[in-house]
């Protein structure tokens, strides 16, 4: 149980475009998911927390107009990098936590994205 | 000082021997405590998960809470090549926006054949 999928895993696109990455919790629902992003080697780093129709709360620093974060049912909620630049290129993670579960995340295997 | 203080590593133990990780928080308010595995390129896995103080076992992984010391261990009894990998430690307050974690540095573990 507690299975979380994103897709795609890794995606490569030219600067300028936009990317959008999809989050689902697969055998549970959530109110809540959370985006995270994760430089080589150091700890991840959230970037918004998305409620269920609601707008996302985003961390400070984080411009909410370059990460679009949709949370269209209590089983998935979309990241879109509009406008992508090569420093945008990292490891993006989301999480879900489940209604009623316990208090903790269940975390995606990541999307690798590559800005060129 | 950050609030939650975890040493990156990287620890490296022979196979069978017995890991203890740990971290450090200065926020008395943080009631769940839990240790994510995470492999290279992968996302982190959920492993042990206690709330306040106390031992949790699982398997060869055991939790500890001390809050007194606000102080959080996870050990590995009988370490195998396949716990390779980087451990988070994570914790939250009771009440906040929406189940915020907390993560430590991570330390990356190596368990050699």
């Known amino acids: 149980g507690a299975v979380v999928s994103q897709h795609p895993s890794w995606v490569i696109c030219k600067s300028g475009t936009s990317v959008k990455i999809e989050c689902r919790s697969l055998?549970?629902?959530?109110?809540?998911m959370f985006w995270y992003r994760q430089f080589p080697k150091q700890s991840l780093m959230l970037m918004a927390t998305?409620?269920?129709?609601?707008?996302?709360?985003?961390e400070q620093g984080v411009e909410k107009d370059k990460f679009l974060i949709n949370h269209a049912s209590l089983t998935l909620s979309t990241l879109t990098v509009t406008s992508a630049h090569p420093e945008d290129s990292s490891f993006y993670i989301c999480?879900?936590?489940?209604?009623?579960?316990?208090?903790?995340?269940?975390f995606g295997p990541g999307t690798r994205l590559l800005v060129l | 000082q950050k609030e939650v203080e975890q040493d990156p590593g990287p620890l490296s133990v022979p196979e069978g021997a017995i890991v203890s990780l740990n971290c450090t928080y200065s926020?008395?308010?943080?009631?769940?405590f839990m240790w994510y595995r995470q492999y290279s390129r992968k996302g982190p896995e959920l492993l042990m998960y206690?709330?306040?103080?106390g031992n949790k076992e699982d398997g060869r992984f055991t939790a500890q809470v001390d809050k007194s010391s606000k102080y959080i261990s996870l050990f590995i009894r009988d370490s195998q090549p396949s716990d390779s990998a980087t451990y988070l430690c994570?914790?939250?307050?009771?009440?906040?926006?929406?189940?915020?974690?907390?993560f430590g540095q991570g330390t990356e573990l190596s368990v050699k054949p």
């Open positions: 994570a914790m939250r307050v009771l009440y906040n926006q929406g189940g915020k974690l907390i």
């Open positions: 999480s879900a936590r489940a209604v009623g579960g316990q208090e903790t995340q269940y």
């Open positions: 998305s409620n269920e129709g609601s707008k996302a709360t985003y």
């Open positions: 055998d549970f629902q959530a109110t809540t």
């Open positions: 926020n008395s308010a943080f009631q769940y």
């Open positions: 206690t709330y306040s103080s």
